[in-house]
Each structure stands twice: as structure tokens, then as C-alpha cells.
């Protein structure tokens, strides 16, 4: 005997709790359904975000953080330190138990808001007179059917042809995150968001961090001037960045893996490693789905086809996050599900990906939203630019910590933001005051006119935005 819902949640990842949470609200009877396991076999609702991805790479940035601050920063300060060391079975350890509060978390959530949650893989089984019949495989097998459903079903690292994932030698983000010990020679392939965190994180605790980078351009998706200066400071805390690589072939020894490739100048190289991360993107989740059950229609990435409302061509079946098109964050995820629940309710939201932030947690942080300078000309669109620099600024001074900049885009004859670029401290906090201004329809000028607390990183955007109109205050 099946279970019957107004909505069955396929994922229990950012966007499908979420859109599950937000369902229950809104009145539906709601179930979710997600397969992750904990180390006992429990379940472990988050998806890759809580469980292999943001939270657990975040809790390693912090630790991997604190080290480095400790061996190079502390001493400025006054603080004497002797026979410095890390537990790095601590430090993972740390990060699980930050990771599980975060799966209990979830848990507690969908049930507060009485959320049926099923442990286990969802999968199509048929179009029904009710809905569609899903099947849960888990430790107990049970059949729901689902009026409305949801798929978020997220997405998995991209492996190197001709190297597969054993997540011992070559690691995906997964295997990256649970290295017991600091390797001597660690290579990363792909310069992105988890190649450059990942790399970092190692690079602070004493590995030799190489990384192989296929485009010519160095973070080509960030606004030029803003990347160029992340790939000073990378460069000079130690990270060897290789732009304009071909791949030739991966081998992979007792003790070590080998990297054939050829340089930006078409020069044979090698690079030998202990550990070797494959960072080169993600796929659309779509594997066990049994989407052809119901005729789902996939697009040639195996992504499932939306339109800008997240419906698919099936009547009642919604997809979001990295699942569907776009940009494959969490917080994108998020914002889709709950205006995919909203849109079941018979409300009209809206998910504007032009004010969706991006952000890199390396130190210093990128983080940026709206249009690039490089967009911009590219369509032929007339701009205003500000830029101000951390080292101009007496908050980021006193924390020691001037890398970087705010940098600033408006349209030259309306001053409508168009871009907040920022590489610095905290940016990932800062990149909000310009997400809610894009929202807004703010101008530069309105940033302006609008006092910032003293002394605080909040001044550069300020200063920033002053720098549009060739009048900064403090530089």
C-alpha cells in the first residue's frame, strides 16, 4: 500500500529540504526523500553541501586557517608560540562532528515542520491516477505516490577520462576532504572553486600544492582585474598555478601519481604527487532517477529540462538546483525550491540569477555578483568603475589583513549597479550589502550617501561606490 502526499521531495540536499520545508508551510502534505548515510549507516540529509562539499570544506578552511595564522601571524600580535603542530585525525574529526550537527540539524527541521522524511534512493516507477508512483529503495523498501513532485537530486564530480576516482590516490572533493595526513606533493587539476579551497587548506598545513589549470585564464568567469590580483596573493603564499595545460595521462604508482602534460608553451612536463585532486566541475545527478519511466526529459549533460519556472514538460513535476541549468550553488538551489513550492501554492515568485552571489573561501576570499567588466564591453554597454583597496582601509589594517579590493560597476548614464567584485577579507559577508542594492535597483550613488559603521571592511564598499564618481574619501 502506497503513501500518498501532496508532494514528494526527490533529494534532501539544499534545495530539496528546503523546498520540502517550505512546502509543509505552505500546507501540503510533504515527504522528502534522501539517501546519504552517515559512517553507521543513519541518514544524512544535506546532500553534497553539508556532507562533502560546503560545511565540511569550510570547517577545514577555518582549522587549516588558525594553523597558519599561528605559524605566521601570531608573533605580530605579541603571541609566542613553541613546538607548533597539527592533529590532522583532530582536524577531520572536527569537521565531522560539524557536518553530523548539521545532518541532525536538517533532520530536526523536516520534522518540526512535519516533513515525512524516507531514508533511501527515490526513483520513478509510473504515472498514476494520483500522481507518480515513486519507489524508496533503503534499508526498508516502501512506495509513495506524490501529486506534485520535486527532484533535487544535485550533482557529482566530473572524473578525468582515463583517471577514475579511487579516492585514495585520486581524490574527487569527497576523498579531498578526508586525507589523513599532510602529503608532501599534493597536485590539483582544475583551478575552480574546490580546486583552489582544497588546495589551500594543504598548502597552509605544509604540502607542496601544484595546480594544473587547462584554460589560459586564471579564474575566467571572475572580472579580470579582480582574478589577477587573487593570482598575485595565491602566488605569493605558495600555491604554483599552471595556466594553458593539456592533460596527457595520469598514472598512478605504489606511492605516488604521475601527471604527463603539456605546458602553456606545448613543453612535455611531468608532475609527480602523493595525492592528486580532480577538480574540473560537476554533472547533473540524474543516475537512478528511472526517469525514462515517465518519459523525464534529460538534455544532452544529462540535466533535466526546465523552464525558467523550474517546470518540467511533465504536468506536476518540478525540478531545481544543480540538477537543472544554472549556476551550481547551493544557495541558487535553495532560492529554487522554495519558489517552486511557492508556485505549487499558486504564487508567483521570482529567482533573479543575476543578483545570485558567488564566493571562493580561500584567503583572501572572492566573492562577486552581478556583471563583470569584461561582460560589460563585451556587449557594448557603457560603465562607470570604482575600485578602493583593503590597505586603505583601518579595520582591515588592524586585523592585519589588507590583500585585496572592492570593485565597483555602474551603468555610465543611469549609475545603476551593475557588479560588485570584491577579493579580500570577509568578502563572503560583504558581497550581501551588494546583493540587496542589485536587487533594489540601487545606484552607486545610493551606496554613497548610506553611512557605514566606523571601522569596519563595510567602508571599501562604500569608498568603492565614491570611486565611481572620482570621489573616495581615503584614497
Same mark, same amino acid.
Given at each position: 500500500?502506497?503513501?500518498?502526499?501532496?508532494?514528494?521531495?526527490?533529494?534532501?540536499?539544499?534545495?530539496?529540504?528546503?523546498?520540502?520545508?517550505?512546502?509543509?508551510?505552505?500546507?501540503?502534505?510533504?515527504?522528502?526523500?534522501?539517501?546519504?548515510?552517515?559512517?553507521?549507516?543513519?541518514?544524512?540529509?544535506?546532500?553534497?553541501?553539508?556532507?562533502?562539499?560546503?560545511?565540511?570544506?569550510?570547517?577545514?578552511?577555518?582549522?587549516?586557517?588558525?594553523?597558519?595564522?599561528?605559524?605566521?601571524?601570531?608573533?605580530?600580535?605579541?603571541?609566542?608560540?613553541?613546538?607548533?603542530?597539527?592533529?590532522?585525525?583532530?582536524?577531520?574529526?572536527?569537521?565531522?562532528?560539524?557536518?553530523?550537527?548539521?545532518?541532525?540539524?536538517?533532520?530536526?527541521?523536516?520534522? =518540526?515542520?512535519?516533513?515525512?522524511?524516507?531514508?533511501?534512493?527515490?526513483?520513478?516507477?509510473?504515472?498514476?491516477?494520483?500522481?507518480?508512483?515513486?519507489?524508496?529503495?533503503?534499508?526498508?523498501?516502501?512506495?509513495?505516490?506524490? =501529486?506534485?513532485?520535486?527532484?533535487?537530486?544535485?550533482?557529482?564530480?566530473?572524473?578525468?577520462?582515463?583517471?577514475?576516482?579511487?579516492?585514495?590516490?585520486?581524490?574527487?572533493?569527497?576523498?579531498?576532504?578526508?586525507?589523513?595526513?599532510?602529503?608532501?606533493?599534493?597536485?590539483?587539476?582544475?583551478?575552480?572553486?574546490?580546486?583552489?579551497?582544497?588546495?589551500?587548506?594543504?598548502?597552509?598545513?605544509?604540502?607542496?600544492?601544484?595546480?594544473?589549470?587547462?584554460?589560459?585564464?586564471?579564474?575566467?568567469?571572475?572580472?579580470?582585474?579582480?582574478?589577477?590580483?587573487?593570482? =598575485?596573493?595565491?602566488?605569493? #603564499?605558495?600555491?604554483?598555478?599552471?595556466?594553458?595545460?593539456?592533460?596527457?595521462?595520469?598514472?598512478?604508482?605504489?606511492?605516488?601519481?604521475?601527471?604527463?602534460?603539456?605546458?602553456?608553451?606545448?613543453?612535455?612536463?611531468?608532475?609527480?604527487?602523493?595525492?592528486?585532486?580532480?577538480?574540473?566541475?560537476?554533472?547533473?545527478?540524474?543516475?537512478?532517477?528511472?526517469?525514462?519511466?515517465?518519459?523525464?526529459?534529460?538534455?544532452?549533460?544529462?540535466?533535466?529540462?526546465?523552464?525558467?519556472?523550474?517546470?518540467?514538460?511533465?504536468?506536476?513535476?518540478?525540478?531545481?538546483?544543480?540538477?537543472?541549468?544554472?549556476?551550481?550553488?547551493?544557495?541558487?538551489?535553495?532560492?529554487?525550491?522554495?519558489?517552486?513550492?511557492?508556485?505549487?501554492?499558486?504564487?508567483?515568485?521570482?529567482?533573479?540569477?543575476?543578483?545570485?552571489?558567488?564566493?571562493?573561501?580561500?584567503?583572501?576570499?572572492?566573492?562577486?555578483?552581478?556583471?563583470?567588466? #569584461?561582460?560589460?564591453?563585451?556587449?557594448?554597454?557603457?560603465?562607470?568603475?570604482?575600485?578602493?583597496?583593503?590597505?586603505?582601509?583601518?579595520?582591515?589594517?588592524?586585523?592585519?589583513?589588507?590583500?585585496?579590493?572592492? =570593485?565597483?560597476?555602474?551603468?555610465?548614464?543611469?549609475?545603476?549597479?551593475?557588479?560588485?567584485?570584491?577579493?579580500?577579507?570577509?568578502?563572503?559577508?560583504?558581497?550581501?550589502?551588494?546583493?540587496?542594492?542589485?536587487?533594489?535597483?540601487?545606484?552607486?550613488?545610493?551606496?554613497?550617501?548610506?553611512?557605514?559603521?566606523?571601522?569596519?571592511?563595510?567602508?571599501?564598499?562604500?569608498?568603492?561606490?565614491?570611486?565611481?564618481?572620482?570621489?573616495?574619501?581615503?584614497?
Amino acid at each position: 500500500m502506497s503513501k500518498q502526499f501532496d508532494v514528494v521531495v526527490i533529494g534532501g540536499g539544499p534545495g530539496g529540504y528546503v523546498a520540502a520545508i517550505r512546502a509543509a508551510q505552505l500546507g501540503f502534505s510533504t515527504a522528502c526523500i534522501d539517501e546519504w548515510k552517515n559512517d553507521k549507516g543513519g541518514p544524512a540529509p544535506g546532500g553534497t553541501c553539508t556532507n562533502v562539499g560546503c560545511i565540511p570544506s569550510k570547517a577545514l578552511l577555518q582549522s587549516s586557517e588558525h594553523y597558519e595564522h599561528a605559524e605566521h601571524s601570531f608573533a605580530d600580535h605579541g603571541i609566542s608560540l613553541s613546538n607548533l603542530s597539527i592533529d590532522v585525525a583532530k582536524m577531520l574529526g572536527r569537521k565531522d562532528a560539524v557536518v553530523k550537527q548539521n545532518n541532525d540539524g536538517i533532520l530536526y527541521l523536516l520534522k =518540526k515542520n512535519k516533513v515525512t522524511f524516507f531514508h533511501g534512493r527515490g526513483s520513478f516507477v509510473k504515472v498514476t491516477d494520483a500522481g507518480y508512483e515513486i519507489q524508496v529503495t533503503g534499508a526498508a523498501n516502501e512506495l509513495v505516490v506524490g =501529486k506534485h513532485i520535486i527532484v533535487a537530486t544535485g550533482s557529482t564530480a566530473r572524473s578525468l577520462p582515463g583517471a577514475p576516482f579511487d579516492e585514495d590516490r585520486i581524490l574527487s572533493n569527497d576523498g579531498a576532504l578526508r586525507i589523513g595526513e599532510v602529503p608532501d606533493r599534493l597536485g590539483v587539476i582544475g583551478s575552480g572553486v574546490i580546486g583552489l579551497e582544497m588546495g589551500s587548506v594543504w598548502r597552509r598545513l605544509g604540502s607542496e600544492v601544484t595546480v594544473l589549470e587547462g584554460l589560459p585564464t586564471f579564474l575566467g568567469a571572475v572580472d579580470q582585474q579582480i582574478a589577477k590580483e587573487a593570482h =598575485k596573493a595565491f602566488t605569493k #603564499q605558495g600555491l604554483d598555478i599552471e595556466l594553458g595545460v593539456k592533460i596527457d595521462k595520469v598514472t598512478v604508482g605504489k606511492s605516488s601519481v604521475t601527471i604527463s602534460y603539456a605546458n602553456a608553451k606545448g613543453s612535455a612536463m611531468k608532475l609527480e604527487v602523493d595525492k592528486l585532486i580532480i577538480s574540473i566541475g560537476r554533472v547533473p545527478n540524474t543516475v537512478g532517477l528511472n526517469a525514462e519511466a515517465v518519459g523525464l526529459q534529460l538534455d544532452e549533460r544529462g540535466a533535466i529540462v526546465v523552464d525558467a519556472e523550474c517546470r518540467t514538460h511533465l504536468p506536476n513535476v518540478w525540478a531545481v538546483g544543480d540538477v537543472v541549468r544554472g549556476p551550481m550553488l547551493a544557495h541558487k538551489a535553495e532560492e529554487e525550491g522554495v519558489a517552486v513550492a511557492e508556485r505549487i501554492a499558486g504564487q508567483h515568485p521570482h529567482v533573479n540569477f543575476n543578483t545570485v552571489p558567488w564566493v571562493i573561501y580561500t584567503s583572501p576570499e572572492i566573492a562577486w555578483v552581478g556583471q563583470t567588466e #569584461q561582460q560589460l564591453k563585451a556587449e557594448g554597454r557603457e560603465f562607470k568603475a570604482g575600485t578602493f583597496p583593503f590597505m586603505a582601509n583601518g579595520r582591515a589594517r588592524a586585523m592585519g589583513d589588507t590583500t585585496g579590493m572592492v =570593485k565597483m560597476l555602474a551603468d555610465a548614464k543611469t549609475d545603476e549597479i551593475l557588479g560588485v567584485h570584491i577579493v579580500g577579507p570577509f568578502a563572503s559577508e560583504l558581497i550581501a550589502e551588494a546583493v540587496v542594492a542589485m536587487e533594489f535597483k540601487a545606484s552607486a550613488e545610493d551606496i554613497a550617501r548610506i553611512c557605514h559603521a566606523h571601522p569596519s571592511l563595510s567602508e571599501s564598499t562604500k569608498e568603492a561606490a565614491l570611486a565611481v564618481d572620482k570621489r573616495t574619501l581615503n584614497f
